[in-house]
């Protein structure tokens, strides 16, 4: 079994009681925050190794790295192979910054977006462009309703009610 499956299956199990389940994710939150404040700190460095070594390196274990790995591997420039990956693997957190700000809203990861280490990354009107791009991005807009007696979007020529609008 791969570590992302186990990590997976505890973290989003069923089975767990809620007090559990509870605990491992008040503990992979402030061992997330705590790991991005050292990245976003520091953004020119692209930190990289085994899971193993970032899993030290960072001071926690290697089932909340791998969650990470999960978390922040659609905002990698390039992602990590993180279905296939053991312990031994190289990855890479080279990331992009403004990928990772949108996806921290998506994910509505407020104690994230809301480091101030953003504040040197992105300007004030960036991410405030970046937090309404991804909010617009989940409204759904319904275009005009045809009226009855509308010409056919079809492009017939025809009243609506004569033409596509017939039951």
């Known amino acids: 079994m791969s570590l992302l ?19 491992l994710w008040e503990h992979y939150f402030a061992v997330e925050k705590g790991i991005y404040e050292q990245l976003l700190s ?21 089932k909340i790295m791998v969650g990470f790995l999960d978390g922040i591997n659609d905002s990698l420039k390039t992602p990590n192979p993180i279905e296939e990956m053991d312990k031994d693997t190289v990855v890479s957190l080279d990331f992009d910054k403004e990928k990772l700000y949108y996806n921290m809203v998506e994910a509505k990861a407020d104690w994230l977006y809301g480091l101030e280490e953003w504040d040197n ?13 991804q909010k617009a991005s989940g409204t759904i807009v319904r275009g005009k309703k045809v009226g009855r007696n509308d010409p056919c979007p079809c492009g017939s020529g025809k009243k609506y009610k004569f033409c596509c609008g017939r039951n």
């Open 42 to 62: 520091d953004p020119e460095t692209v930190v990289s190794g085994t899971v193993e070594e970032l899993a030290a390196k960072y001071n926690t274990e290697l």
């Open 5 to 23: 499956t186990e990590w997976r299956e505890e973290a989003y199990s069923q089975q767990n009681d809620q007090k559990k389940s509870q605990r």
């Open 121 to 133: 990354l992105l300007t004030p009107e960036r991410r405030k462009e970046l937090y309404k791009e």
